[in-house]
């Protein structure tokens, strides 16, 4: 259900429930305490989960991505996302999946560092690829459905090491639980995430998307969601400050 624009305070957290949110502990804590700063979350949070067409389900793997992954490792927000994806009708083979990609964040450790490499260790990009490396290459498209030239770099550097992560890459995908276009709003979950930022993958799997019949509304939505786990320092702060003012007797 859509809000309304011009809905009153009181039916902020209506809306919010009807568009399938949680009125958690913490977050009526905050809005009990500051709640035109909770109700402008609300409003916002709600938009989230209406906005684009996508589905209850799909959603869940989103946010089960955001917070999972190690950017962020919220596992109590982990743990209800999962829950909620069970009961929007998910599979466990559709949750592992979820899971492994989003265990993929690791790599971009050495994606992003090979920028700062190149600049001071500079690898010869013209050189022709040897047989080997060439066949390393198609495998990756063929695999993975894409090639970037962030790869060119490291295929140089060391092709054994290209080839372990093009084997762990492609491995979630293997099991063909999550369609395509899921999957790639999994990598763009977290890939946008506040704790991550990392905008050259964003970029590519928001292209994949759209190749995939993904629309604008709907990669906006994926972002849209993803923005809430800022939230959580008002969640945790509100309930450490609650905690500090109420110290345990004795």
């Known amino acids: 259900m859509k ?10 957290a209506s809306d919010y429930l009807s568009a399938g949110g949680d009125l958690s502990e913490d977050l009526g804590r905050v809005l009990r305490q500051s709640p035109a700063f909770g109700e402008a979350h609300l409003r916002m949070a709600t938009l989230a989960l209406v906005d684009g067409e996508l589905s209850r389900k799909t959603r ?6 955001a917070n999972l992954n190690a950017t962020h490792l919220n596992i109590e927000a982990a743990r ?6 069970k009961a929007a ?26 920028g700062p490499l190149q600049r001071l260790a500079p690898v010869d ?19 993975r459905g894409y090639w970037s030239s962030q790869w060119d770099q490291l295929l140089r550097l060391g092709s054994d090491y290209f080839a372990a992560v093009l084997e762990f ?16 709003y ?21 292209r994949n998307a759209l190749e995939l019949g993904a629309t604008p509304a709907d990669l906006l939505a994926v972002l849209k969601l993803v923005s809430g786990i800022g939230f959580e320092a008002a969640t945790a702060g509100y309930r450490l400050l609650a905690e500090v003012n109420s110290p345990p007797a004795g």
């Open 169 to 184: 890459s492609a491995a979630p995908a293997a099991s063909g639980a999550l369609s395509a276009l899921d999957r790639e």
């Open 186 to 206: 999994v990598y763009m979950a977290f890939d946008c995430s506040p704790t991550h930022m990392f905008e050259p993958g964003l970029e590519l799997h928001m």
């Open 3 to 12: 809000p309304q624009s011009g809905s009153k305070a009181g039916d902020v």
């Open 60 to 65: 869940e793997f989103i946010l089960l991505a």
């Open 89 to 114: 009708g998910a599979g466990d083979e559709e949750l592992i999946e979820v899971i492994q990609c989003a265990s993929l964040v690791g790599v971009h450790a050495v994606v992003v560092g090979l």
């Open 80 to 85: 209800e996302h999962l829950r909620r994806a």
């Open 125 to 143: 990009l013209s050189r022709e690829l040897t047989p080997s490396e060439e066949r390393l290459k198609r495998s990756f498209e063929e695999r």
